[in-house]
């Protein structure tokens, strides 16, 4: 078992305290057996400086368990240590409910002060065209506000902006991090306030259960053993059983089929590659056309 170290107190600065607050970090997940459902590993920072370190549903963030509260003066690395020592552990069971008083009064007090704005300024991703995806509180009626991502309408600038789905970010970036553990994070963190995160959460629900994945990872592996001469797209097509046959009947792998799973050309009609391939697809072309696991390609 891994030992825990205690690094010395740090004072808590204004801006310190004010970045920690808002701090929650995905730690690691599992899948429970009854019910059978995936959970997550979560760290919150309070305001205080202390850390929750927090099991919930992953899809929905609800059931939240208290896992261990660590001191302000704990290196942020034993947050980690201790989900890992939670994982190994059979009877996870043990752990309590969350509860109110488990959330420190002046975090409660900021977040419900300053709605959530304050909350979520750090939850912005930029990706190359350099346009600015942030969670933002968007006005449904007079009476109902709602969390949802935005995308800036013009590169380098955060106003104005539109709002888009979290799965056009996560196409976007061509990662499902940060923008998946910052989704967890505002519901979290709207919890109480009167904000609605509905949608959101809905978003995050079918991001996680999707089998329609990303396929980034899978592209590198395939330009990465072409790169190095170990095999050619016909190949690692007709492995995958995606063969064609010329007027001669001389056969070749279908290099067209390969190019559109892994995001190299677009779709018929379409004006870009897709991002998305199915999970499928994705351990077909892993496991017989390049001879790997396809855990190695999964992002």
């Avoid at 190359?128 to 942030?134: E, F, N, P, T, V």
């Avoid at 967890?184 to 259960?209: K, P």
């Amino acid at each position: 078992m891994s030992t825990i170290t205690r690094a010395k107190p740090r004072p808590r600065t204004a801006s310190n305290r004010q970045h920690g607050s808002r701090r929650v970090q995905r730690l690691g997940r599992y899948t429970a057996q009854d019910p059978i459902e995936r959970r997550v590993i979560l760290a919150r920072a309070r305001a205080d400086g202390s850390t929750l370190v927090i099991d919930c549903v992953e899809n929905t963030l609800t059931d939240q368990r208290l896992v261990a509260h660590l001191p302000a003066d704990e290196p942020a690395e034993n947050a980690r240590l201790m989900c890992d020592m939670y994982l190994a552990d059979d009877a996870r069971g043990r752990c309590r409910a969350l509860t109110v008083e488990d959330l420190d009064a002046a975090e409660t007090h900021d977040v419900a002060d300053g709605t959530l704005e304050a909350e979520c300024q750090w939850s912005c991703v930029c990706y190359a065209g350099g346009h600015i995806y942030r969670i933002r509180e968007l006005e449904v009626n007079e009476r109902l506000k709602e969390l949802r991502w935005t995308r800036s309408i013009h590169p380098g600038s955060e106003e104005p902006s539109d709002a888009v789905g979290l799965r056009d970010v996560v196409a976007r970036v061509q990662d499902y991090e940060p923008a998946r553990s910052m989704t967890a994070a505002a519901i979290l963190a709207a919890r109480g306030t009167g904000i609605s995160v509905c949608r959101l959460a809905a978003e995050l629900d079918r991001l996680v259960c999707s089998p329609i994945v990303l396929n980034r990872a899978l592209r590198e592996a395939v330009q990465a053993r072409l790169t190095r001469g170990e095999t050619s797209m016909s190949e690692i097509a007709i492995r995958c059983g995606r063969v064609k046959r010329d007027l001669h009947g001389n056969t070749s792998g279908e290099t067209s089929w390969l190019a559109r799973r892994i995001g190299l050309i677009p779709e018929g009609g379409q004006t870009r590659p897709t991002p998305w391939v199915s999970s499928n697809v994705l351990a077909l072309i892993a496991r017989d056309g390049l001879g790997i696991s396809p855990l190695e390609v999964e992002l």
